[in-house]
C-alpha cells in the first residue's frame, strides 16, 4: 500500500482563514491547505474530516454498473477496466483498472478495492489515533470514534469478499517507514475475527438507528453495525470461505439476521417505488444507504442519464451495455408463483406456469416491470423526458426484414441497449426531468429488510430448517406490489435451494449482490458459462406498413429470446477472489499473492 503525510485540502475552509500580516515572512502558513495540527484543536475541521471518511463507502451508480460484470446484463465496454470481466482476461497486470479513477472509469465501484481501501482505512486508523490520545476534546467524540470503527470494519469487509485474506493494519505510518514495514496477509479467519471486534466495539457507542427522513441517516448506527455482521457471517460461512460447511458458521449467520428480524423494519408496499424515492424520503425497509442531495456539482448521481435509451435523455448503458439481459427476463417467476422455465437456458417451459412464449411478458412477478423496460412500455411513468412526447412507449421492436425499427431499438441506435431491454429499476419518477446533465438523490441500499430475510432463509435452509427457509423467502414475495403465492412446504431440498438462489437474483437485482453471490456459492463457473441473450421484438409486416407498432398489445409482436450478445471464454474459478495488483507486489515483499493467482 502507499503511506503518505496527511493533509486535508479543505478549500471550504481556506476561504474563512487568514494569515497574520506582521509575522515573519518564513513562518507563514500554507494558504492553499490547512496543516494537520489545525485540524484535530478545531471541532468543525475535525468533524469535516469524519464527514469525508464515509467517501469510504463506496455507492453502486455510475457508468459501470457490477450488473455489466454477472448475467444480470450486457457489457459491451471496449475499455476501463469493464472490458476484463467481458472476456475473462484478469490478471494481477491489470485489475487496477477496476480500482481506476476519472470519467470512463466511473461506476466500477472500486471493485479493486484495495488501493481505495487502503487509503481511507489510513485516514480512519489516524482519526481514531488522535482520539486515543486525546487531541480531539469535544462533546460527542465517542460516537465519531465509533462510527469510525463501523466504517473500518466496512472496508475490511470489503476487502475480505474481494481478497481473502489481507494485512490487518491499525496504525499509520509516514514516509520514513517505507522500506521499514512490510504487510503480510492476515488469514481469512483472522480478518473475520478483527471485523468482528471493530462491529463489537462500534455499537457500544453507536446510536440505535436514524429515522430515513433524519440528516444523518446514511451515518453509521447500531443496526447499520447487525447489518454488517449479517452480511461478513453469511459470506464466512459460503463455499467459497467454509469448504468444510462448518454449522457454527451458519448458526452464526443465522443469529445475525435474526437480531435485526424485529427491529421495527418493515417491507416498503411499493417495490418499484422504494427505489425511485429521494434521499430523506420516509420508508422503514433500508437499514443502511449511501444518500445524496441531488441536483447539481457532484452530490448526486445520474443513473437515468446513464442508463435510460438515447432519446429518453440517457447514454443507453454506454457501448449499448447494462440493458437487462434475457437471461434475467426468464428467472422471474409468473403471477401464480410458479418459475416461468423448467430449464432456462434451454428454454424449456415450466407447464405448470402458464407462461407464453408469444406474450412473454405478461402474467409475471410484478418485480419484472417493476425492474425492467421492455417493448411496449409507457414512458410517461419513468420520467419527464423532453425527447419523448407524451403517450410514447418503449419501442425497441424491429421488422421481419431488419430493415425497420422502433426508435429506442439497438438496431435504430447503436448506443440503444442491445438486449432490447433497459433499467428500470432506480429511474425517477413521473414528474422528474431526465437528461443526461441531472442529477438525482435517490439512495444506493446497501442493507434492507428483504434482504436481511433472505440471509436468515439461506442461513436456515443450510442449518436443515426448510420451513422456515420458505417461511422468509415467502415473506419477501408477500410485499403488497408483488404479492406472489408463498413457496409450497413441497419444495425442498435442491429445489429450495434453487428457489433461494433465484429469489436473491430477483429481489436484490441490480444492487451489485449478484457478482459476489455466485462467487461465494462457488457457482459463479455454470453460470457465466452461459452466453448472454437479448430479446428480438418482431412487429408484422401489416403493421410496420402502416406505422401501427406503437399501436399493437405484447401478444401481437412475436418474439425471439435467443438473440446470443455475448459468449465468455471459460470462467477461470480463481476469478471468485480477486488478485492484488503486480505493483502492489513490487512495493510491499512481504505480501504473497491471493490463492489460485
Not at 448506527?221 to 447489518?227: E, N, P, Q, Y
Not at 416461468?340 to 408469444?358: E, H, R, T
Not at 455466485?518 to 406498413?545: D, Q
Request: net charge negative; proline share 7%; hydrophobic share 40%.
Amino acid at each position: 500500500m502507499r503511506y503518505s503525510k496527511t493533509s486535508m485540502i479543505l478549500t471550504a475552509a481556506v476561504a474563512v482563514l487568514s494569515a497574520s500580516c506582521d509575522r515573519d515572512i518564513l513562518d507563514i502558513q500554507p494558504q492553499d491547505r490547512i496543516a494537520e495540527s489545525a485540524v484535530w484543536t478545531d471541532e468543525a475541521l475535525t468533524r469535516a474530516y469524519h464527514t469525508e471518511m464515509y467517501n469510504v463507502v463506496q455507492h453502486g451508480f455510475g457508468i459501470h454498473m457490477a450488473s455489466k460484470y454477472t448475467d444480470e446484463a450486457f457489457n459491451n465496454a471496449p475499455c476501463c477496466g469493464a472490458n476484463l470481466f467481458k472476456s475473462n482476461i484478469l490478471s494481477p497486470d491489470n485489475v487496477g483498472d477496476l480500482g481506476g479513477s476519472g470519467f470512463w472509469a466511473d461506476g466500477n465501484n472500486h471493485l479493486y478495492f484495495w488501493d481505495k481501501g487502503y487509503t481511507y482505512i489510513r485516514k480512519i486508523n489516524l482519526f481514531i489515533e488522535k482520539a486515543e490520545a486525546g487531541e480531539i476534546d469535544f462533546d460527542g467524540v465517542d460516537q465519531l470514534v465509533a462510527e469510525a470503527k463501523f466504517l473500518r470494519a466496512f472496508a475490511y469487509t470489503k476487502l475480505f469478499q474481494t481478497f481473502g485474506g489481507v494485512p490487518i493494519v491499525t496504525q499509520t505510518y509516514d514516509l520514513d517507514a517505507v522500506g521499514e514495514v512490510t504487510f503480510e496477509r492476515a488469514t481469512e479467519a483472522e480478518v473475520v475475527a478483527f471485523i468482528k471486534s471493530d462491529i463489537a466495539a462500534a455499537m457500544a457507542d453507536l446510536p440505535e438507528r436514524y429515522a430515513s427522513s433524519d440528516p444523518n441517516y446514511g451515518r453509521g448506527t447500531g443496526d447499520a453495525a447487525r447489518a454488517l455482521l449479517s452480511h461478513l457471517t453469511l459470506y464466512w460461512a459460503s463455499p467459497l470461505h467454509n469448504p468444510s460447511r462448518d454449522m457454527q458458521r451458519w448458526q452464526e449467520a443465522a443469529d445475525a439476521a435474526a437480531a435485526l428480524l424485529n427491529r421495527g423494519y418493515s417491507l416498503y408496499p411499493d417495490y418499484e417505488e422504494l427505489f425511485q424515492l429521494p434521499s430523506g424520503s420516509a420508508q422503514n425497509e433500508i437499514i443502511f444507504a449511501r444518500t445524496f442531495s441531488g441536483s447539481s456539482g457532484s452530490t448526486g448521481h445520474i443513473v437515468a442519464g446513464d442508463n435510460l435509451p438515447r432519446r429518453w435523455g440517457g447514454y443507453g448503458g454506454w457501448w449499448a451495455s447494462n440493458g437487462p439481459s434475457q437471461n434475467l427476463v426468464d428467472d422471474y417467476d409468473m403471477i401464480n408463483g410458479e418459475p416461468a422455465f423448467l430449464d432456462v437456458p434451454n428454454q424449456v417451459i415450466n407447464p405448470a406456469s402458464g407462461y407464453d412464449p408469444g406474450d412473454p411478458y405478461s402474467n409475471r412477478d410484478p418485480r419484472l416491470a417493476a425492474t425492467i423496460i421492455f417493448n411496449g412500455v409507457p414512458i410517461d411513468d419513468i420520467g419527464d423526458h423532453p425527447g419523448a412526447p407524451p403517450g410514447s412507449e418503449f419501442e425497441s421492436w424491429v421488422s421481419p426484414n431488419q430493415q425497420q425499427w422502433g426508435l429506442d431499438s439497438p438496431f435504430n441506435n447503436p448506443d440503444n441497449p442491445a438486449t432490447g431491454t433497459a433499467l428500470r429499476k432506480f429511474m425517477p419518477q413521473d414528474g422528474q426531468l431526465v437528461s443526461r446533465g441531472i442529477q438525482l438523490s435517490n439512495p444506493w441500499p446497501f442493507w434492507r429488510l428483504a434482504g436481511i430475510y433472505l440471509n436468515y432463509a439461506e442461513a436456515q435452509f443450510e442449518l436443515g430448517n426448510e420451513a422456515v427457509a420458505r417461511e422468509y423467502i415467502s415473506k419477501v414475495r408477500a410485499r403488497p406490489s408483488v404479492n406472489l403465492p408463498p413457496i409450497p412446504a413441497s419444495v425442498s431440498g435442491a429445489a429450495l435451494r434453487k428457489r433461494l438462489i433465484n429469489e436473491r437474483r430477483i429481489e436484490l437485482a441490480f444492487e451489485g449482490d449478484r457478482f459476489w453471490d455466485i462467487r461465494r456459492w462457488k457457482i459463479a463457473a455454470s453460470v457465466e458459462n452461459v452466453p448472454v441473450r437479448g430479446m428480438i421484438v418482431t412487429c408484422p409486416a401489416a403493421a410496420v406498413a402502416s406505422a401501427t407498432c406503437a399501436d399493437l398489445e405484447w401478444g401481437e409482436f412475436s418474439y425471439n429470446p435467443n438473440r446470443v450478445l455475448l459468449t465468455k471464454p471459460a470462467y477461470p474459478e480463481n476469478q471468485n477472489l480477486l488478485p492484488v495488483s503486480t505493483s502492489e507486489l513490487q512495493r510491499n515483499p512481504g505480501m504473497t499473492q491471493t490463492p489460485g493467482w
